[in-house]
């Protein structure tokens, strides 16, 4: 803050006449001998607020007998920092410089002074007078002979004039300071991340964009975008609480700005080498200026590397590996978001591949994302128009051979690539968040049908079991429609089984928990599926009051030549068992794996050995035969 401006009393007199000197000094001096004549004339004119002689002003006087002596006077006080805040010129001072030369030189070295003529005449017009004043405020008259109180008057009025503009002045150009800080600060919030001071989205752009420039300019300038997510924040955040993820995320910060060069951009958008933050837990980093597309590998290597150590939040030690996806330059980029685009995609395929690796993109990489992004256009209106249908896979009894439920299996019937499986389609559905609405419509047609079924083959006492994702967990609409579902359709909710993942329950264990909670308080049992290949942690079949496992496919099909998959099927069926839990046994296709199963009293099965999954009136067939799939040995022979 500046300090403020003191008033400015001083004034300088312009007259060739040393007795009009002397008249203003007597005139604007405290006790200038104002008589009390005039005295009164003052408070007849101005009124009681007129000061009194002891309060008025002690103005500072110089004097200037020519223009030059004038000018050169009020330069050397400006220059000084004691500016003149009034002077009076007279308009003819031979033989030098004029009154109205004198003012226009005064004015070039100090613009801020305020001027009043004192003539009784002069050699130029009033009209040219005026013009030299322009449209501004600063150049009064005052007709010779003069009134003291019209010299004192305006002698007051014109130095608080001065004063008042210069705190004005000085105010504004305070009140510019602080916009231009203000405008400062706001640009750097809007282009960096608040938690981790990097920067964000828009910057990284901006900054790749014009990295692109060059490389279109120089074939020889390579760049290349480093796209991070790391693999557990998620549970950390989830487990630790938000403080430590922020923690996290900050020391991750930190170690991507040591291992980067600084002419390199990282970002982190919650945005190259910048880095950038872009997301909840990903970083981008922009790489500048590379000899060959391989130093951007090695600059991955480098990175994973310095984030293979364990992190201190609050005293605990946690671990966290990241996935990087590399896109390079050389293969032809016009816009900054296709080459983030292709980073992100070589990302997804890192950690696909095993997490704590980069992976860099290519064209084929580029292909595949095509060929998703049509597969969301198509799947966006595939319910719409009907093209989804439902499939039922048998599940046994490998004590009696006979059906004892079905798992209701989504299939897309393509109009040009015919029937496709969820394989090829559900992945995509998760990332886009089309789940929901796959995952409603299945909802609402397969109830319907289990609602006939239960009607027509009762004596079967049959269970429907249906596929249900995290996705849907966590919408908060869903057990509103859920509710709707089940009383529109009428289907009985104690023959219905959600089946479940591991991953379901450890994204957000206490939501996640809440809701089966009310899932079962409807009646419908809730089965742990695909076991094994997760997290796979114990207390999960605790803490959710789980009904039932499905043994992953892949224990079963190395179960017959591995003796420890066949070890931990016995174990994961002797836990169930004593957890009051059923067991179903996914994957089953030879007659030697129904052998062993049958041997670690697991007593439920699904697979192609007893048949694949059928269309509805297919598996209507199998209803009517009483439940009969295929002739193979069943428990009983088994001691």
Not at 10 to 38: C, M, P, T, W, Y
């Amino acid at each position: 803050m500046n300090e403020p401006v003191p008033n400015n009393y001083r004034v300088l007199v312009i007259d060739d006449n040393n007795a009009i000197h002397e008249d203003f000094r007597k005139i604007l001096a405290i006790n200038g001998g104002a008589s009390g004549e005039l005295v009164s004339a003052e408070a007849a004119l101005f009124g009681d607020g007129t000061p009194k002689q002891a309060e008025r002003a002690e103005f500072q006087i110089d004097s200037a007998l020519q223009g030059e002596e004038d000018f050169a006077m009020a330069k050397k006080a400006r220059e000084a920092g004691e500016p003149y805040a009034v002077a009076f010129v007279d308009m003819r001072m031979p033989p030098g410089w004029d009154g109205l030369r004198t003012i226009r030189e005064i004015w070039k070295s100090d613009p801020d002074l305020n001027i009043v003529i004192c003539t009784a005449f002069s050699d130029h017009s009033w009209t040219e007078i005026e013009t030299i004043a322009g449209e501004g405020d600063r150049l009064l008259v005052l007709k010779k002979p003069f009134e003291p109180i019209e010299v004192r008057r305006l002698t007051a009025t014109l130095t608080a004039k001065w004063t008042l503009g210069r705190r004005a002045a000085l105010k504004m150009s305070e009140l510019e300071n602080l916009v231009n800080i203000r405008t400062t600060e706001l640009h750097h919030a809007a282009t960096h991340d608040r938690l981790t001071g990097l920067p964000n989205r828009m910057m990284f752009h901006e900054r790749l964009a014009h990295a692109l420039e060059l490389t279109h300019r120089n074939k020889d300038y390579r760049v290349a975008v480093l796209f991070l997510d790391f693999d557990r924040f998620k549970i950390v955040n989830d487990s630790l609480g938000h403080e430590a993820g922020d923690l996290l995320l900050q020391g991750i910060s930190e170690r991507l700005w040591k291992t980067v060069r600084s002419t390199d951009t990282v970002s982190f958008d919650q945005a190259t080498s910048t880095t950038a933050r872009l997301g909840g837990d990903e970083f981008c980093l922009l790489l500048s200026g590379l000899k060959q597309d391989a130093d951007a590998a090695l600059a991955a290597e480098r990175i994973l590397k310095e984030l293979e150590n364990p992190y201190d939040l609050n005293g605990r030690q946690v671990h966290s590996t990241a996935s990087i996806g590399i896109a390079v330059s050389s293969s032809g980029y016009d816009r900054a978001e296709d080459m983030i685009r292709d980073a992100d995609t070589a990302m997804y395929r890192a950690k696909a591949a095993g997490r704590g690796r980069f992976v860099i993109f290519d064209k084929a990489m580029h292909d595949q994302a095509m060929e998703r992004l049509n597969i969301e256009s198509e799947l966006r209106l595939a319910v719409e128009k009907n093209e989804l249908v439902a499939y039922y896979q048998p599940i046994v009894s490998l004590e009696t051979g006979q059906l004892i439920g079905t798992e209701a299996l989504v299939r897309w019937q393509h109009p040009q690539r015919g029937l496709i499986g969820p394989t090829e389609f559900i992945g995509i559905a998760e990332e886009s968040g089309l789940i929901n609405l796959v995952g409603q419509w299945m909802l609402q047609t397969c109830c319907r049908q289990f609602c006939q079924w239960q009607q027509k083959y009762a004596a079967l006492k049959l269970s429907y079991s249906i596929n249900v994702s995290s996705k849907q967990l966590d919408n908060q609409h869903f057990l509103t429609d859920l509710e709707t579902v089940l009383r529109e359709t009428g289907v009985r909710p104690q023959d219905i089984i959600f089946e479940i993942t591991e991953t379901a329950l450890v994204g957000n264990a206490e939501h996640t928990g809440a809701v089966l909670d009310k899932i079962k308080a409807m009646g419908i049992r809730v089965y742990l599926d695909d076991f094994g290949t997760g997290y796979s942690s114990l207390s999960l079949l605790h803490s959710f009051q789980l009904d039932g496992l499905k043994i992953d496919r892949s224990f079963v099909a190395n179960a017959a030549g591995r003796r420890q998959y066949a070890a931990i099927i016995q174990a994961i069926s002797d836990l169930a068992h004593n957890l009051g839990m059923d067991v179903v046994a996914e994957g089953v296709e030879e007659q030697p794996q129904v052998s062993l199963l049958q041997s670690l009293r697991c007593e439920h099965a699904q697979g192609f050995f007893f048949s694949p999954p059928v269309s509805q009136a297919d598996f209507e067939k199998i209803l009517v035969r009483g439940g009969s799939t295929v002739s193979w040995p069943v428990r009983s022979a088994v001691a």
